[in-house]
């Protein structure tokens, strides 16, 4: 049985600590294949990403050249009714049309604290198996504090000391002074600074 991660996110733009995360997922869980889904509308935030959907799944693809077990995937892409995209639909979807498959979604700590607020949390908790990205002093005992079942906790896995997280707003910051930064794999600067984004 294929393992797959579902690597989600906004992807504005992608960077090394996306990588970072998507490899110590990949190896610490035996994962066959990482499955990049940017996201095309998120329910939760207001902004919307500044780069398109398009040029950020672009830059999703070159991203994944780093690693072969990297998947670039528009499972994810906006809804034809412009509602937002909710995670479980994406999993019904993945499960529905990837029979025998074990999907496992990569999240951070932050945002796995937030799923009460999700759609149906409670079946996005029997759809996958979930690895949870714990950042250094980041605080486990919030996660036992959720009141998940016994069954539940059990599908929820941690992954941690991960280096210090890259803020995305502080990437898009200095894109727009016109630096460079060493965060940006070279395929997505050149991309970047083709199409003019982060001006």
């Known amino acids: 049985m294929r393992s797959i991660g579902?690597?989600?996110?906004?992807?504005?733009?992608?960077?090394?600590?996306?990588?970072?995360?998507?490899?110590a997922a990949a190896d610490n869980f035996a994962l066959s294949e990482v499955w990049w889904t940017p996201v095309g509308r998120q329910p939760l935030k207001t902004t919307p990403p500044q780069a398109f959907y398009s040029q950020r799944l672009a830059m999703v693809r070159m991203v994944c050249k780093a690693d072969y077990r990297f998947v670039a995937s528009g499972a994810d892409a906006p809804r034809g009714d412009g509602q937002p995209n909710f995670t479980i639909d994406l999993l019904q979807t993945l499960?529905?049309?990837?029979?025998?498959?074990?999907?496992?979604?990569?999240?951070?700590?932050?945002?796995?604290?937030?799923?009460?607020?999700?759609?149906?949390p409670e079946q996005l908790l029997n759809f996958a198996q979930w690895i949870v990205v714990s950042r250094p002093g980041f605080d486990l005992s919030r996660i036992e504090?959720?009141?998940?079942?016994?069954?539940?906790?059990?599908?929820?896995?941690?992954?941690?000391?991960?280096?210090?997280?890259?803020?995305?707003?502080d990437l898009r910051d200095a894109l727009k002074r016109g630096e460079k930064p060493g965060a940006v794999p070279p395929p997505v600067l050149g991309y970047i600074e083709e199409h003019g984004l982060y001006r």
Not at 8 to 23: E, L, Q
């Open 145 to 169: 504090a959720m009141g998940l079942t016994s069954a539940q906790r059990s599908r929820v896995h941690l992954l941690t000391d991960i280096e210090e997280p890259i803020s995305a707003t």
């Open 6 to 23: 579902i690597f989600g996110g906004t992807f504005d733009p992608p960077h090394s600590g996306h990588i970072d995360v998507a490899r």
């Open 95 to 120: 499960r529905g049309d990837n029979p025998g498959c074990s999907w496992w979604n990569i999240v951070g700590a932050d945002s796995f604290l937030d799923l009460p607020r999700w759609k149906y």
